[in-house]
């Protein structure tokens, strides 16, 4: 069945630093790979989207890395302040046309001053 | 703009009780998105709209029901609640326009207790 793994322990790093998250999935050729942001009580929001065919895309501080080889992301916070802290989800969609979405667990990034 | 609004924002139940989940959404988008998040599982989808009239199953369907009578409303419902349905339920729309290459965009969730 299709799986996406995550880090499941809480990635903790001083200010300054640049964070990098991974994202591991198998059984699955995706089209398109979305990252979300999710603060404590709230709904996820949307970071950046990058499609199979496409290796890195760059957002402000953010940037993400696809490898369907190794079917992987990494998903990079450069300049990490505290106010980044929060739970980064990743998640697949597949060709469909349905707009569906497999997400992965999340992990919990904590960005300390 | 509101984006999407669920209502409750929170709810408890007692087992065999029912009760509908409300999701509006004002960007016009097609499609729509019923969501449970239960610790350490990340977000299951429920059932899942393409537009006006339609529904579908998505990967953890049984105990609930969906209809989409209006483009704008996605109502969740419980018809006999059970307490392993107790989890938060997140809503989302996305613009069924330019096919993949949107995001999805959420409601803050309701937090439903079962006892």
């Known amino acids: 069945s299709q799986k996406i793994e995550q880090n499941s322990e809480a990635l903790n790093i001083q200010e300054g630093k640049t964070a990098t998250l991974t994202c591991n999935y198998t059984?699955?050729?995706?089209?398109?790979l979305q990252w979300y942001r999710q603060d404590p009580g709230r709904g996820p929001v949307f970071l950046l989207l990058i499609r199979e065919n496409e290796k890195e895309k760059r957002k402000e501080r953010l940037k993400v890395t696809f490898d369907t080889t190794l079917k992987q992301s990494l998903f990079h916070i450069t300049a990490s302040q505290p106010a980044d802290s929060a739970t980064y989800l990743c998640?697949?969609?597949?060709?469909?046309?349905?707009?569906?979405?497999?997400f992965g667990q999340g992990t919990t990034l904590q960005v300390k001053p | 703009n509101a984006g999407v609004t669920q209502t409750p924002k929170f709810r408890v139940l007692k087992t065999g009780q029912s009760m509908t989940l409300l999701c509006a959404q004002d960007?016009?988008?097609?499609?729509m998105y019923w969501y449970r998040q239960d610790p350490g599982m990340g977000l299951r989808l429920i059932h899942y709209s393409v537009g006006e009239g339609t529904t579908a199953k998505g990967e953890v369907p049984d105990g609930y029901n969906v209809s989409r009578l209006k483009k704008q409303n996605f109502l969740l419902g419980l018809e006999s609640a059970a307490p392993s349905q107790t989890s938060v339920y997140f809503c989302?729309?996305?613009?069924?326009?330019?096919?993949?290459?949107?995001?999805?965009?959420f409601g803050d969730g309701t937090r439903l207790s079962i006892l």
């Open positions: 960007m016009n988008h097609e499609y």
């Open positions: 059984n699955y050729s995706p089209a398109y």
């Open positions: 989302a729309s996305k613009d069924g326009l330019f096919g993949g290459e949107q995001p999805q965009h």
């Open positions: 998640a697949l969609e597949g060709s469909s046309n349905t707009g569906k979405l497999i």
